[in-house]
């Protein structure tokens, strides 16, 4: 089988798994208690955070913040400031580019009487930065903007966006880095608070982090014990916890390497579809590697899954999260690409596992899928 589907998730490296074994086994004491076996949880918990904090060289600048992934760790944030900054400031700037971990939050703050712009997007996937700059002002509570986009791969400028952000001294930037870490160096100095995923470069499902910049300016949405500065409570899932460091490591000291692999291999497919009429590549020139979106119009991409998986390649139409949504993606809709290119659109997203070998097996599989579907294309 040829795992083509990496930006859905990834297969947890063995020292991952190890170290979630022997924490559970060793240490399954609960931070919190005051006995000396919680004391010693307790240390190892600040112990990690520190590793990662040093891992970003992030000194005293965040805090790190434990979740179950990044749907929380975005509900938390957005929700979060929303709510502390309500009697003061209540827009919200986002874009369709979003995850719904985002956009689904955001939604629901409107209906509870937030005020919600979207930035245009221009043709190649990027935010439209004279547009954010006219939706800015003293109202703006918090712009929310994705590092990489999880359908196409397109990096967003962050550092402009900050800049435009941070003009206001009231408006908070919020950057959902799920699909950066591992894949392009992180831009922490843009942030105020950023989300991770240890599921997306070989850690836990269920594994999340948020860091904060300020945690004064989150109002908690979990209530409970107090774990996790007040803005997470619940027992802190150490063995979960710890073993992201494992992943985090390996993902940040490796991100050269990774991308210059992974960028050869792109540019391997790309030079290689050239040799097939009617199929369209949909990333955009710049994205990350490890995503390439392309269209074969006339064609349902549902179909031509089903047939790559037959083929025993596996890969996604847009993303886990909304492919099974009849309606056209809106990420696609928004870079101005044709509803037949939409439709016939799927996503090959490789990871650290990716081999030279899946490349060219997925090479020799993908001319038996376009045999049987080419009297389809347009
Ligand atoms: N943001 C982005 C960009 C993602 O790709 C995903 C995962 N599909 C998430 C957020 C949600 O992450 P999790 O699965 O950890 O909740």
Known sequence: MIYLDNAATTKPHQDVLDTFITVNESLYFNPNSPHKAGLQAEQLLQKTKAQIKELFHLKNSFDIVFTSGATESNNIAIKGIAYKKKDFANVIITSVLEHPSVLEVVRSLENEG??????????????????LN?????????????????IMGQV???????????????????????????????????????????????????????????????????HGGGQEYGVRSGTVNLPVDISIV??????????????????????????????????????PLGASPHILNIGLPGVKG???????????IMLST?????????????VLLAMKIPKKQIEGSIRI??????????????????????????????
């Open 156 to 222: 967003q400028p962050l550092e402009e966006v900050a800049q435009i952000v941070h003009q206001y001294p009231k408006a908070h930037l919020h950057v959902d880095a799920v699909q950066a870490i591992g894949k392009v160096p992180l831009n922490f100095e843009a942030a105020d608070t950023l989300s991770l995923s240890g599921h997306k470069f070989h850690g836990l499902k269920g594994q999340g982090v948020l860091f904060v910049r300020n945690l004064h300016q989150l109002e908690p949405i979990i």
């Open 302 to 312: 549902e179909v031509l899954v089903n047939a790559f998986s037959k083929n025993d």
């Open 349 to 378: 997203s490789m990871g650290a596992n990716t081999t030279s070998d899946d490349i060219q097996t997925f090479k020799e599989k993908f001319k038996n899928v376009y045999e049987e579907v080419r009297e389809l294309l347009r």
């Open 246 to 283: 494992k992943a985090l490591k390996v993902a940040v000291n490796e991100t050269n390497e990774l991308y210059n692999k992974l960028s050869a291999f792109n540019l391997e497919i790309i030079q290689f579809l050239k040799g097939y009429h009617g199929v369209q590549v949909n990333s």
């Open 318 to 330: 847009t993303s886990a999260c909304s492919s099974k949504k009849a309606s056209l993606n809106e």
């Open 134 to 150: 006219s939706l800015m002002s003293d109202d703006v509570a918090l712009v929310t903007c994705m590092h990489v986009n999880n």
């Open 114 to 131: 937030f005020n919600i712009e979207y930035v245009n997007v221009t043709k190649e996937g990027q935010l439209d930065l004279e547009h």
